[in-house]
Nanobody
Framework: QVELVESGGGLVQAGGSLRLSCVVSTSTMIFVMSDMGWYRQAPGKQRELVARINSGGNTEYADSVKGRFAVSGNNAKNTVYLQMNSLKPEDTAVYYC?????????WGQGTQVTVSS
């Protein structure tokens, strides 16, 4: 069973930065062939895609985070990162990591990010 463990969330002031990490318990071969994503869900709102990176290294971002967030991966560590800069109160949410391989998607347990004004 694939397990995803996120870390790096916390409380930060507006304008600050955080880096989220997601470690995937799978083989490196599967990890490098996976598409990885970051989603978030704020209270009372639907879960939304924040950023993703596919097995070819191509990235995609939600309009609300373009220019502020960056997704990257480290294949040697089976880890994907989400660097979040210039954080805003509206970025407050639980952030989830996803791994998709051969039409199967796995989710992490989520990490809370709270941005104070």
């Amino acid at each position: 069973q694939v397990e995803l463990v996120e870390s790096g969330g916390g409380l930060v002031q507006a304008g600050g930065s955080l880096r989220l990490s997601c470690v995937v318990s799978t083989s490196t071969m599967i990890f490098v062939m996976s598409d990885m994503g970051w989603y978030r869900q704020a209270p009372g709102k639907q879960r939304e895609l924040v950023a993703r990176i596919n097995s070819g290294g191509n990235t995609e971002y939600a309009d609300s985070v373009k220019g502020r967030f960056a997704v990257s991966g480290n294949n040697a560590k089976n880890t994907v990162y989400l660097q979040m800069n210039s954080l805003k109160p509206e970025d407050t949410a639980v952030y989830y990591c996803t791994q998709r391989f051969q039409s199967r998607t796995h989710w992490g347990q989520g990490t809370q990010v709270t941005v104070s004004s």
